[in-house]
C-alpha cells in the first residue's frame, strides 16, 4: 500500500447540546477529516479528533493540521507498507508527541488498507465482536435535576452506562442525584477529566458510597504516582484515560498500580497499533478496558466501534449512536443504537464500513488542503 495524496478537511458541526468537561466546554465541533489516496486510486476517509482548545491534551485542530502537513503525511507519502502495523514506527522515529495527528493518519493506513483487501476493518483488526456495549457520557449540567432528567432519558433509550462528568462543586451532590433516581442497578461512572488534587482525597473517598463502576481520570493527567496513592485509598476502580498515552505509560499503570481499568481512544495513543497493544497487555494483565470518544463525526465513530470489537472491551464504551450529537451525521448509514444498548459492528462490508456523504462534507467545509507525494 502506497499513500500518493491526503486531502485535509475541516467542518464545523454543531452539536445537539454543548458538551462541558472540568476543563471546557465544545458546542459547534471543528470535525478534522482526512481523505487518504493510494496509488491505485482507492480513497478511505479517516478522522483527526484533536481539540478546539488544548484543554484535554495539548494537540488542538491546528497543531495537528500542520503536523499532518509538515512533518506526518510526507513521511507516509511513496513508502510501500505490506502492513499499516508498520506506519506507526515510522511516524513515531524523532518525531515528539502529535499523537491524535499521527493517529489520524496511521488509522487512516488501516482503513485503507482494508478497504484495499476487501475486508471490514474491524476483521483486518483482530476484532472478534458482531456488536458493542454502549455508554453515554453526560457533560456537566447546570444542576442535578437536568443532569437526572438526562441520565434517565439515557436508560429510557438503552444506554448501558452513565458516565458523569465532574468537578469539585459539582460531584457528589450529582452522583448521589442520578443513583437516587436511577435505582441500584444501572451502571454509573463518573469522569474528572482531571479536575482534583490528591489533597483532595478525603472528599474523592465519598464517591465510594454509590457504587460506581470507576472513577476516571481524577488527578493530573501525567500523574501516575499520585494516581496510585489514591487508589489505595478508593474501593472504586480508577480508570485511566487522559495519563494513558502510550503502551509504556500503560505498563507503568500496572506496575504502579494507578488504576484497575483503561479508557483506550486510539487518538491519544497515537492509532490503531498502539491501541492493540495495550488492549493485548490488559488482556494478559486481567485488565478490562472500554472505548472512550471524543465526540468524533460518524467517520471516527466507525475506527472506535471497529477497535472496540476486540475481545478484551469488556465494558461499554463511549460509542453513543449519531442522533446523541448531531441533527444529522455526515455519513449514511448514521450509527445507531439497539434497545439493549448495542452498536452493531459493520462486518458486512470492506473498509470503514459506512459512506461518507461527500457532498454535505464539501457543503460544511470551511477549510481545505491537498498534499500529495
Ligand atoms: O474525557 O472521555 C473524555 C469528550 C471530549 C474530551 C474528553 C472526553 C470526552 C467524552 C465524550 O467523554 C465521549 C463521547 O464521544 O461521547
Ligand atoms: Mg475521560
Known amino acids: 500500500m502506497r499513500v500518493q495524496q491526503i486531502t485535509l478537511r475541516e467542518l464545523r458541526l454543531p452539536l445537539r447540546e454543548p458538551f462541558r468537561i472540568s476543563s471546557g466546554v465544545v458546542s459547534d465541533r471543528r470535525i478534522f477529516l482526512l481523505e487518504l489516496h493510494d496509488a491505485d486510486g482507492i480513497v478511505e476517509w479517516a478522522e483527526c479528533v484533536a481539540g478546539e482548545q488544548p484543554n484535554y491534551t495539548s494537540e488542538t485542530v491546528e497543531t495537528a493540521w500542520m503536523a499532518i502537513t509538515s512533518w506526518l503525511a510526507p513521511r507516509v507519502f511513496g513508502v510501500d507498507f505490506e502492513s499499516p502495523a508498520d506506519v506507526g514506527p515510522v511516524l513515531e ?33 483482530g476484532g472478534t465482536r458482531d456488536r458493542v456495549v454502549t455508554g453515554i457520557s453526560l457533560g456537566i449540567q447546570a444542576n442535578p435535576d437536568a443532569l437526572v432528567a438526562r441520565a434517565k432519558d439515557a436508560r429510557s433509550k438503552g444506554y448501558r452506562k452513565i458516565k458523569i462528568k465532574i468537578m469539585p462543586g459539582k460531584d457528589v451532590e450529582y452522583v448521589n442525584a442520578v443513583r437516587q433516581a436511577l ?28 457504587n460506581l463502576l470507576m472513577i476516571e481520570q481524577p488527578l493530573g ?20 484515560d487522559e495519563s494513558i498515552t502510550s503502551l509504556d505509560r500503560a505498563e507503568d499503570m500496572l506496575t504502579l498500580g494507578s488504576g484497575r481499568i483503561i479508557n483506550i481512544k486510539p487518538g491519544r495513543v497515537g492509532g490503531f497499533t498502539v491501541s492493540k497493544a495495550i488492549h493485548d497487555t490488559c488482556e494478559r494483565a486481567n485488565i478490562p478496558v472500554w472505548c472512550g ?37 455526515i455519513v449514511t448509514p448514521e450509527w445507531t443504537m439497539d434497545a439493549e444498548g448495542m ?27 491537498v498534499i500529495a507525494a
Open 93 to 125: 522515529r524523532d518525531l515528539r508527541g502529535h499523537s491524535m495527528a499521527k493517529a489520524a493518519v496511521e488509522m487512516g493506513c488501516w482503513g485503507l488498507a482494508a478497504l484495499r483487501a476487501g475486508k471490514p476493518l474491524a476483521e483486518l483488526l
Open 183 to 210: 435505582g441500584p442497578e444501572i451502571s454509573i461512572m463518573a469522569d474528572a477529566n482531571s479536575a482534583y488534587t490528591l489533597s483532595q482525597a478525603d472528599h474523592l473517598v465519598k464517591l465510594d458510597a454509590f
Open 221 to 240: 493527567q501525567d500523574d501516575l504516582v499520585r494516581h496510585a496513592a489514591l487508589q489505595r485509598r478508593l474501593q472504586t476502580p480508577i480508570c485511566l
Open 293 to 329: 470518544g471524543m465526540l468524533e463525526s460518524g467517520v471516527g465513530r466507525a475506527y472506535n466501534v471497529a477497535l472496540a470489537s476486540l475481545p478484551n472491551f469488556k465494558l461499554p464504551g463511549d460509542l453513543s449512536p449519531s442522533s446523541r450529537y448531531w441533527e444529522r451525521d
Open 343 to 369: 452498536v452493531r459492528v459493520p462486518r458486512d462490508r470492506p473498509g470503514i464500513g459506512v459512506t461518507v456523504d461527500v457532498d454535505r462534507v464539501e457543503n460544511l467545509t470551511v477549510r481545505r488542503q
